[in-house]
């Protein structure tokens, strides 16, 4: 089983881009679990057509506890097991420990023995990597890490504190960086600008997504590109780099 989380900046398109990969990755026959960690819950939106998940910390909330899978996770598309951690109401409470109450849920229920994944896929929110943001980083969770980012200065900027943070880790055999995928925003020589930080940073690009109006264009209709029309250009992009990432062994 492959655990890896998926940072970067917020409105840098991890959602898109993780969605995307898990539906490459089933494309390629294996089992995928995305979990998103996001109090919106909106991740796996474009794997279910829209039908709604309950987050976990909703469930919590409202029932007290959680005694079956079935009451937290949907079976989207190509079987992709979607779930979603949630959060408090905004302004009202912490969003870092709902997502560890989630984690912990799914923990206890066995999930990933029931489930059986090959990957698993983690869209932590935004650039945050501190309390529960860093828990797939931080408690062992995920073995990997992907961080997304454009040639753009902030994007730049979250990418390297969130290297930081996994450098921080590296000691205690906690998620390691796989790599970084580029989601341009056509910015004047920008994969030349984010080839140079990344090896500054000491990794490599894993992959490189192209402005493509079809993302926008299957998202308005709740899908991935690879569910709307897998031979279009930007979808063999996407399953290119999900090729790479299955191809790539583990992190020791």
Same mark, same amino acid.
């Given at each position: 089983?492959?655990?890896?989380?998926?940072?970067?900046?917020?409105?840098?398109g991890?959602?898109?881009?993780?969605?995307?990969?898990s539906a490459?990755?089933?494309?390629?026959?294996?089992?995928?679990?995305?979990?998103?960690?996001?109090?919106?819950?909106?991740s796996t939106i474009?794997? #279910?057509?829209?039908?709604k998940?309950?987050p976990?910390i909703?469930?919590?909330?409202?029932k007290?506890? =959680?005694?079956?899978?079935?009451?937290i996770?949907?079976?989207?598309y190509?079987?992709?097991? =979607?779930?979603e951690?949630?959060g408090?109401t905004p302004?009202?409470?912490?969003?870092?420990?709902?997502?560890?109450m989630?984690?912990e849920?799914?923990?206890?229920?066995d999930?990933?023995?029931?489930?059986?994944p090959?990957?698993?896929?983690?869209?932590?929110?935004?650039?945050?990597? =501190?309390g529960?943001?860093a828990?797939?980083?931080?408690?062992?969770?995920?073995d990997?890490v992907?961080?997304? #980012?454009?040639?753009?200065?902030?994007?730049?900027?979250a990418?390297?504190?969130?290297?930081?943070?996994?450098?921080?880790?590296?000691?205690?055999g906690y998620?390691?960086l796989?790599?970084?995928i580029?989601?341009?925003r056509n910015?004047e020589?920008?994969?030349?600008?984010?080839?140079?930080y990344?090896?500054?940073?000491?990794?490599?690009?894993?992959?490189?997504?192209?402005?493509?109006?079809?993302?926008?264009?299957?998202?308005?209709?709740n899908? #991935?590109?690879?569910?709307?029309?897998i031979e279009?250009?930007?979808?063999? #992009?996407i399953?290119?780099?999900?090729k790479?990432i299955v191809?790539?062994?583990?992190i020791?």
């Open positions: 089983m492959r655990k890896i989380a998926v940072y970067g900046k917020g409105g840098i991890k959602s898109t881009i993780t969605s995307s990969l490459a990755i089933s494309k390629l026959g294996y089992k995928v679990v995305q979990i998103g960690c996001d109090p919106k819950a909106d474009n794997l #279910t057509n829209g039908q998940v309950t976990v909703q469930y919590l909330k409202e007290g506890s =959680c005694e079956s899978l079935d009451e996770a949907v079976k989207g190509n079987d992709i097991v =979607c779930i951690a949630g408090p302004g009202v409470g912490c969003a870092g420990r709902g997502i560890i989630a984690f849920t799914l923990e206890d229920l999930a990933f023995e029931e489930f059986k090959d990957f698993v896929f983690y869209d932590v929110l935004g650039d945050v990597v =501190c529960g943001f828990m797939p980083i931080r408690d062992g969770y995920a990997e992907i961080i997304v #980012t454009s040639g753009e200065k902030m994007a730049l900027f990418a390297g504190n969130i290297k930081m943070a996994i450098d921080s880790f590296g000691d205690k998620g390691r796989r790599g970084v580029l989601n341009k910015i020589n920008e994969e030349e600008i984010v080839s140079r990344v090896k500054d940073m000491d990794s490599e690009i894993i992959g490189i997504i192209p402005r493509d109006g079809n993302i926008q264009k299957y998202e308005e209709q899908m #991935t590109v690879i569910q709307g029309d279009l250009p930007i979808s063999k #992009t399953m290119d780099i999900a790479s191809e790539g062994s583990e020791q």
